[in-house]
C-alpha cells in the first residue's frame, strides 16, 4: 500500500558525472558513473514526464556538469513541455553564446553559476582548470545579459572562506538575483579532502558577521542564503529538509535516491528508474521509507522538541561519523556521538592541516 506522502517539490537530475572541473570538495561519490552508464535521452524525458505526474514542479539539471551532454537541450525541451521549471546548475564551461540561446529556445528558465573563488588565481587551483574563472565570467555576463535569473553559487571552505566580503561583492557586480554563499558539506570527495577544507571557528563566526552585513544592504534587490557549516552548529540541519519529503535525486545511470550521498550508505538498495515509476519509488520503496520522519526517528533523538525541525539531522553525516546511518547526527550537541565532532573541529587547530595536499579527484 502506498504512503501517504507529498509529493516532492524537486527533482535533481544528475544527467552525467563528466565535468572539465576536479573540485575536491566534489559530492559526487567517489567511484563517478562513466558514459557509457549514463541514462539515454529518451529514458530522461520518460522521467521528466512522470516527475511533472507525480506533482514535482521544478527540475535541477545537474551533473557533474551537464554540458558535457550533447543532448541537454532535448532533455530542457522535454522538462519544460512537461511543465517544470527547469535550472541548470553549471560550471559555466562551454556555455557559449550558441549554446545559451539554444538552451532558452528549448524552455530553460534559470542558471546557478558555481564559483570556487573570487580570486582568479585560487579560483584555477581549485577547479584544477586554467582560465576556469574567466569562463565562469563570461558565462554569467551571456546569461544576464539574456535576461535569465542568475544564482551566483560561492562554495566556501577554509582556504577561501576569508575572502567571502569579495564573493559577494562580485555576486552583486555580475548582477546576479541570488547568490549562495554554501559552506563545504563533508561528503564524497569532501569528506577524503576534510582535514585541508574544514574552517576555524574564528573564519566561520566572521562569514557569518559579513554575510549578515550583505543581507541587510541588499535586501529588495538580492536575495543571500547562506549554507552553515555543519561541524560548527550546535544543533543539525534537516536532512535535505527531511529524509524523503521535499527532494527526489536521479543519478547518471536511473539510480534513485532521497538524497546526494545516500548511494554510501551500506545495504540500502536505491531502487533504479529503469525498474521502477517514480511515483512507486517515491511512495513504496524500501529506500525512501526507511528513515523517512515521523515514522522514523534515531533512538537518541526522541522525546526531543528539536526532533520536530531537524528529524535527528543527516542519515548520511551520521553513517560517516557515528558508522551508523539511524544514529542521531553527531552534530548535534546532545548525540552521544558528538565527540568525534569535536575533535574534527580541534584537528583545524592545527596549523599544518591547511597545508596538507587534497586527496586525487579522478
Known amino acids: 500500500m502506498s504512503v501517504a506522502v507529498a509529493p516532492p517539490m524537486a527533482l535533481i537530475a544528475e544527467i552525467t558525472h563528466r565535468c572539465p572541473l576536479s573540485c575536491p570538495y566534489c559530492s559526487n561519490p567517489l567511484e563517478l558513473i562513466r558514459r557509457g552508464a549514463e541514462l539515454a535521452a529518451a529514458e530522461w524525458a520518460r522521467l521528466l514526464r512522470e516527475a511533472a505526474s507525480l506533482g514535482v514542479l521544478h527540475v535541477h539539471l545537474t551533473g557533474g556538469e551537464p554540458l558535457a551532454r550533447r543532448d541537454l537541450e532535448a532533455l530542457v525541451a522535454e522538462a519544460a513541455g512537461a511543465g517544470l521549471y527547469v535550472n541548470l546548475i553549471t560550471s559555466g564551461i562551454g556555455l557559449d553564446e550558441a549554446r545559451l540561446a539554444r538552451l532558452i529556445e528549448a524552455g530553460l528558465d534559470h542558471v546557478q553559476l558555481s564559483f570556487q573563488d573570487a580570486d582568479p588565481g585560487p579560483a584555477d587551483r581549485v577547479g584544477g582548470r586554467a582560465g576556469a574563472h574567466a569562463d565562469k565570467l563570461a558565462a554569467a555576463a551571456r546569461v544576464v545579459a539574456a535576461g535569465l535569473p542568475l544564482t551566483a ?210
Open 153 to 362: 553559487n560561492f562554495v566556501v571552505h577554509r582556504r577561501n572562506l576569508d575572502r567571502v566580503g569579495d564573493m559577494l561583492s562580485l555576486g552583486e557586480a555580475l548582477g546576479a538575483r541570488r547568490i549562495e554563499i554554501a559552506h563545504v558539506q563533508h561528503h564524497g570527495w569532501a569528506l577524503a579532502n576534510r582535514a585541508a577544507l574544514m574552517p576555524t571557528a574564528d573564519q566561520v563566526a566572521h562569514a557569518v558577521a559579513v554575510v549578515a552585513v550583505a543581507r541587510a544592504r541588499l535586501a529588495g534587490r538580492i536575495v543571500v542564503d547562506h549554507v552553515a557549516p555543519d561541524y560548527h552548529a550546535a544543533r543539525p540541519k534537516p536532512c535535505m529538509g527531511g529524509w524523503a519529503q521535499r527532494l527526489m535525486l536521479v543519478t547518471p545511470d536511473g539510480r534513485a535516491a532521497p538524497c546526494h550521498a545516500a548511494s554510501g550508505l551500506p545495504g540500502l538498495h536505491l531502487p533504479s528508474v529503469r525498474d521502477h515509476s517514480l511515483d512507486w519509488i517515491w511512495r513504496d520503496s524500501e529506500a525512501f521509507n526507511r528513515y523517512r520522519p515521523p515514522a522514523f526517528a534515531p533512538a537518541a533523538c526522541q522525546g526531543c522538541p528539536g526532533l520536530a525541525i531537524d528529524f535527528g539531522g543527516c542519515r548520511c553525516q551520521a553513517f560517516a561519523l557515528a558508522a551508523d546511518a539511524a544514529a542521531a547526527d553527531p552534530v548535534c550537541e546532545l548525540s552521544p556521538d558528538h565527540a568525534v565532532v569535536v575533535a574534527a573541529r580541534r584537528i583545524v587547530a592545527d596549523a599544518s592541516s591547511v597545508a596538507r595536499g587534497f586527496a586525487a579527484h579522478r
